[in-house]
């Protein structure tokens, strides 16, 4: 037989041949080395597991978090977009006194989560703006004629409709909340009107409306709404991650005992208009409330979790307006007067030579109050300090401890640990004309509002021709500055005993660049239970649906290393069946032959016969 020659592969002192019977013995490997082998495979398949598959896994449910992050976050800015099928919508009309207004909002899919609120934003046109539509007079114009309630709504959702896809006006809530000027009409034209929307709204069009869906609200239930919907923007339903944020203990009631969360502090709410003021701060479960006064309330859409239960003292104070305030003033300061000259005999005010001083307006400004036939010449000497004092009766206190206005029940306000938002009145008298809006602080505004008192009239009209006040500012804010700075602080600090050291009020316009609206905060409280429908979806096809994410992206890789291990096995085989085979082969040469084979690499000299 030949020899394999091996002289190519090394140097040729290293020359050496192989028989053909050797060769077997020398590439099949021992059991020790046929487990080794095995070992180190296996040890490779599993570090492809833990690497590549562990890795892949993770960035799969990186990317599905990631998803749901991006479903549940609609940007404040952006142009909404109507192509996206998860996004949804909802209206609420605002029938005030003056005027309607309706207010479109979307929101994305709710992510899952329960304690999670829906994150409710405005709908924004391709030009970024806010879609909102306004009309006048107000609702309250039509009592005596409620049949064209209807006709009188018709605008607002056409225009509201044209924004919303067409295949998702059937899931739209639609809710029409109307204030102040529909509670001053009797109950039966409220009614009236009302019953014309019920009847009408649902023929042309598709909206999700129900009767509950319109109705008068009460002013309790405004100030809610304003107190949710400006801790919502603020952030502070959030209680995930609090990000150094300052918390409070509370007291929510549950099944079985009294739980203590800690979570954000919420924030409370100032807000004056033309004719009312109103209070609204979150209150602790220890703290006794009448129920007129108390809204408790759960904003998660499960109830039996606690963690958005809220307890919330509201008060609304009609004629406690800056506009309302003044004409209580003007009509106190005629009928005493007029009490004083039959008295006296004297005619205070009763011509422009002889005008009736007045503190509380700028100096040197002539004013005209009451009718023909009470009118009343006005002057102004512009002292900030006295008119604070004469404003003080109409606060109409109490020497009770804990009241309020009008002697109403206020709850102890822990200032150390609180922050509130003033809107309205709160801002435009610290902004207007102060250009103090922003961060409170008592003893600068005093100062500035006591000099502008004291500024002349002629000056104040100079500085306004040359724009240094507000865009906004008119002649009328102008005039009654003085006045509604003095009320301002004096509802403020008398009327609410917020001490002249507090330092946690912010007067606004906009909270993060946006107009905050009572308006949503109704939406997303009568929206709270929304959340259940996609929870409920996500449970029912959630196993199946991770399952099957699961099994795409990893079946390639089971796949490979099912084939790995079989290629393994099939080598581990073959080498055990050459290794037999060798045996056998073994055994069949002849004992003369053998000691060549296993003692030298090269055969003995055979004996030449001659």
């Known amino acids: 037989m030949g020899r394999i020659s091996f002289s190519c592969l090394f140097p040729a002192s290293w020359h050496f041949s192989l028989s053909p019977q050797l060769l077997p013995r020398i590439l099949i490997p021992s059991f020790r080395q046929l487990i080794f082998i095995s070992l180190v495979f296996c040890l490779i398949g599993l570090l492809y597991l833990v ?17 749901h992050r991006h479903l549940a976050r609609v940007t404040d800015v952006d142009v909404t977009d109507t192509s996206n099928p998860n996004l949804n919508y909802g209206l609420v009309v605002d029938c005030g006194s003056s005027g309607s207004r309706v207010f479109v909002y979307c929101w994305p899919r709710h992510n899952g989560n329960p304690h999670e609120l829906l994150d409710i934003r405005q709908m924004r046109d391709q030009h970024r703006k806010p879609v909102v539509m306004k009309i ?13 309630a209807s006709d009188y709504i018709y605008p607002l959702l056409s225009f509201a ?28 034209q409220q009614e009236a009107i009302l019953e014309d929307l019920r009847t009408d709204i649902p023929v042309h069009f598709k909206f999700l409306f129900s009767d509950s869906h319109v109705e008068v609200i009460s002013g309790k239930q405004e100030g809610v709404y304003a107190w949710i919907g400006i801790n919502f923007v ?10 150094g944020e300052a918390e409070v203990e509370v007291h929510v009631p549950s099944s079985d005992q009294q739980d203590t969360l800690r979570r954000k502090r919420t924030a409370g709410v100032l807000d004056m208009g033309g004719v009312s003021t109103q209070i609204a701060y979150e209150v602790p479960k220890t703290e006794e409330v009448a129920k007129n006064l108390l809204a408790e309330f759960n904003l998660g859409c499960d109830a039996h979790r606690t963690e958005h239960v809220y307890r919330v003292y509201v008060s609304t104070f009609l004629g406690f ?34 005008p009736l001083l007045d503190p509380c307006l700028p100096t040197d400004l002539e004013d005209q109050i009451g009718t023909s036939t009470e009118r009343l010449y006005l002057r102004g000497t512009g002292d900030f300090d006295q008119c604070r004092q004469i404003l003080q009766p109409f606060l ?36 207007d004309v102060l250009r103090m809006g922003g961060d409170y602080n008592a003893s600068k505004y005093a100062a500035a509002a006591k000099g502008y008192c004291a500024t002349k009239w002629k000056t104040l009209q100079e500085r306004f021709d040359s724009g240094l006040y507000a865009s906004h500012a008119d002649y009328h804010r102008l005039k009654y500055q003085c006045f509604k700075s003095a009320w301002m602080y004096e509802v403020f600090h008398s009327g609410f005993s917020f001490p002249t050291n507090y330092k946690n009020l912010k007067t606004a316009l906009l909270v993060y660049e946006k107009e905050v609206q009572w308006t949503l905060g109704a939406i997303l409280y009568r929206t709270r239970f929304l959340p259940l429908r996609d929870i409920q979806q996500e449970s029912l096809k959630g196993t199946h649906s991770h399952w099957r994410h699961s099994f795409s992206f990893v079946n390639n890789h089971y796949l490979f290393l099912a084939c790995f291990f079989i290629v393994l096995l099939s080598i581990i085989l073959y080498l055990l069946r050459l290794r037999r085979i060798h045996r056998l082969a073994v055994k069949r040469y002849t004992p003369s032959s053998v000691p060549w084979l296993e003692e030298g690499l090269v055969t003995p000299m055979l004996p030449i016969t001659l």
């Open 136 to 148: 006048k007079p107000g609702i309250s114009e039509l009592a005596k004629t409620p049949e064209k």
């Open 51 to 67: 690497l590549v598959i562990g890795k892949g896994h993770v960035s799969w449910i990186a990317r599905e978090n990631h998803f």
């Open 321 to 354: 307006g800056g506009n309302a305030a003044r004409q209580r003033y003007e009509e106190n300061l005629i009928q005493k007067t007029v009490i004083r000259n039959k008295l006296l005999g004297e005619h205070v005010g009763e011509t422009a030579e002889s």
């Open 161 to 188: 409709a044209q924004h919303i896809p067409k295949n998702k006006h059937q899931e739209t809530p639609l809710y029409i909340l109307c204030t102040a000027g529909m509670r001053v009409l009797p109950e039966s």
């Open 396 to 431: 109409n206190r109490t020497n009770d401890t804990q009241s309020s206005l009008n002697g109403v029940y206020q709850p102890a306000i822990d200032y150390s640990n609180s922050q509130f938002y003033g809107f309205s009145e709160f801002y435009y008298c610290t902004e």
């Open 234 to 243: 603020l952030g502070r339903f959030n209680h995930g991650d609090n990000g």
